[in-house]
């Protein structure tokens, strides 16, 4: 299904580590708006969308979102490569290093660990694409938030562009939207499942 090509989609070059900043950053890896649920959640929901330009976008936004993990990761590691434990205490990262040394691990910025409860994969076009659409924004946020954190320009410059294709996938998912509602009979498209309730 995929051809994965061993490079990065972004390159990360961080030449000075900032466990402080790993420590928010790491939101966007397994925080409750971070690319791994992005990830699970286009995946999944592709499944059962009855419209197959809209399935196309979901697998090919997915698979853009795990591309995404593995920039906010490579972040993440070169933030924190390399420290020592005085460096680790001084920076509050001893918690985070206790558990997992300086592996990454999928949790949020305030410690708490990633889960499945953070996305939803409902089996009916309309609710997934606004739910879709919903997540491409907090997520934006997130990476707006973290930007205004961030001072290194060797880290603003990937973190600019994972916000920048944030917004290209909230356009596409609205497209998508506008496609499942188009085979719609009925312009009601709030008051029955398409995917299920095909005599409605």
């Not at 961030?150 to 916000?163: G, H, M, N, S, T």
């Amino acid at each position: 299904m995929w051809n994965y090509e061993k490079r990065l989609q972004y390159p990360v070059k961080i030449t000075q580590t900032n466990p402080r900043l790993a420590q928010v950053i790491i939101s966007q890896f397994g925080g409750p708006d971070g690319e791994l649920g992005a990830s699970m959640r286009y995946l999944s929901q592709r499944y059962t969308m009855p419209y197959k330009e809209v399935t196309g976008t979901l697998t090919d936004v997915g698979t853009e979102e795990l591309a995404h993990l593995e920039i906010v990761c490579a972040i993440v590691y070169q933030l924190t490569k390399n420290l020592t434990p005085e460096e680790i205490e001084r920076s509050g990262f001893d918690k985070y290093y206790v558990d997992h040394t300086l592996a990454l691990w999928p949790q949020s910025a305030g410690g708490v660990p990633w889960s499945s409860t953070t996305f939803q994969s409902k089996g009916d076009p309309i609710t997934d694409l606004h739910e879709d659409m919903a997540a491409e924004q907090k997520a934006r946020t997130t990476y707006d938030n973290i930007l205004r954190l961030v001072k290194d320009p060797e880290v603003a410059d990937p973190i600019r562009f994972l916000r920048a294709r944030e917004i290209v996938h909230y356009q596409r998912f609205g497209e998508s939207l506008r496609i499942v509602q188009d085979h719609l009979d009925s312009r009601n498209f709030y008051a029955f499942n398409p995917a299920f309730d095909l005599g409605k």
